[in-house]
Each structure stands twice: as structure tokens, then as C-alpha cells.
């Protein structure tokens, strides 16, 4: 594992000569809501770095949200990044329904505050620096990456667990 996400020398450059880093996320709890981890794999040509983490009282879709916010905040510098997460909730709610959010003060269209509008705040500064796509992958299908975020997430919840 390199602890240095990117590395000064890219081996993958961008059209903007900015490093492209692959990242795949995860995040749950059970029960929902309840204990919860989250799950991070960032790739950086030969390079990979894994982070996990939890929290003992939390929701499904907060341990996405924050696998998401914890990947971008590790890069060291902009980057182009593509990012590739299992939750819709987190695809969707960065790619269409933020811009609304924020134009209307972090209300929903029905008018309510925004949940985990804290969170949602967190993942759009931690974006700002990177060049970000959003990719919906489909969890427990065999994709190797979205297998492995999902064990580093399961490992945090069950270590959170044990210390209840």
C-alpha cells in the first residue's frame, strides 16, 4: 500500500496534467440505523491506498456519504477522478439533485430540509479541487474493487460492534 495519494510522478496523466485516480466506495450498517463502517479503495496507476472507518450510531446512507467525502479529502492535490460507488442515493444525489438544494437554501423540492445535508456540504467541498465522474456500480455483483470496499466497511462495523 502507498501511503502518498498521488504521487508526485503520475503514471496516468490527464488532459489538464492533473493525476487520474480510480476510487471505488462503500458504506452500510446493520441494523439501519445502527452500528455502520464505510469503505474506501483509491488506485493511482500501480499504487493503492484503503481506508475504512464507522461510528456506532449511523445509517446506511451516511457510511456512503462519508466513504465518499473520506475518499476526496485523502487526495493530496487536484485530481481527475473517477469515482465509483454501489448507492444511487449518493450517485444521484451529487450528479442531479444538489444544484436544486443549494439554489433553494437546502431544501428538498418538497420544501423540508435536506437529511445529512451536513454530509451532503461535506462531499460538495471535498469535490471543489477534483475533476469528479460519478459511476453507479452495482453492489455484490463480483466486482472485484465494490467486493473489497464492501469488506472494509463490514470490518469497521463488526469492530464497532464488538466495542458496544
Given at each position: 500500500m502507498d501511503s502518498d495519494l498521488?504521487?508526485?510522478?503520475?503514471?496516468?496523466?490527464?488532459?489538464?496534467?492533473?493525476?487520474?485516480?480510480?476510487?471505488?466506495?462503500?458504506?452500510?450498517?446493520?441494523?439501519?440505523?445502527?452500528?455502520g463502517g464505510w469503505g474506501v479503495l483509491l488506485r493511482f496507476g500501480e499504487h493503492e491506498?484503503?481506508?475504512?472507518?464507522?461510528?456506532?450510531?449511523?445509517?446506511?446512507?451516511?457510511?456512503?456519504?462519508?466513504?465518499?467525502?473520506?475518499?476526496?479529502?485523502?487526495?493530496?492535490?487536484?485530481?481527475?477522478?473517477?469515482?465509483?460507488?454501489?448507492?444511487?442515493?449518493v450517485r444521484n444525489g451529487i450528479t442531479r439533485w444538489s444544484t436544486g438544494w443549494v439554489r433553494r437554501n437546502w431544501r428538498n423540492a418538497s420544501g423540508d430540509p435536506v437529511k445529512n445535508m451536513?454530509?451532503?456540504?461535506?462531499?460538495?467541498?471535498?469535490?471543489?479541487?477534483?475533476?469528479?465522474?460519478?459511476h453507479w456500480v452495482k453492489g455484490h455483483s463480483g466486482v472485484p474493487e465494490n467486493e473489497r470496499v464492501d469488506e472494509l466497511a463490514t470490518a469497521a462495523r463488526v469492530a464497532i460492534e464488538e466495542h458496544l
Open positions: 498521488p504521487a508526485s510522478e503520475s503514471p496516468s496523466q490527464t488532459t489538464n496534467g492533473g493525476p487520474s485516480v480510480h476510487v471505488w466506495t462503500d458504506g452500510g450498517c446493520r441494523p439501519n440505523p445502527g452500528p491506498k484503503e481506508l475504512s472507518g464507522g461510528e456506532k450510531e449511523t445509517t446506511n446512507n451516511r457510511m456512503e456519504l462519508t466513504a465518499a467525502a473520506e475518499a476526496l479529502e485523502a487526495l493530496t492535490r487536484p485530481c481527475t477522478v473517477h469515482l465509483h460507488t454501489d448507492s444511487e442515493y451536513d454530509l451532503w456540504r461535506r462531499l460538495l467541498d471535498a469535490a471543489k479541487p477534483h475533476d469528479v465522474s460519478w
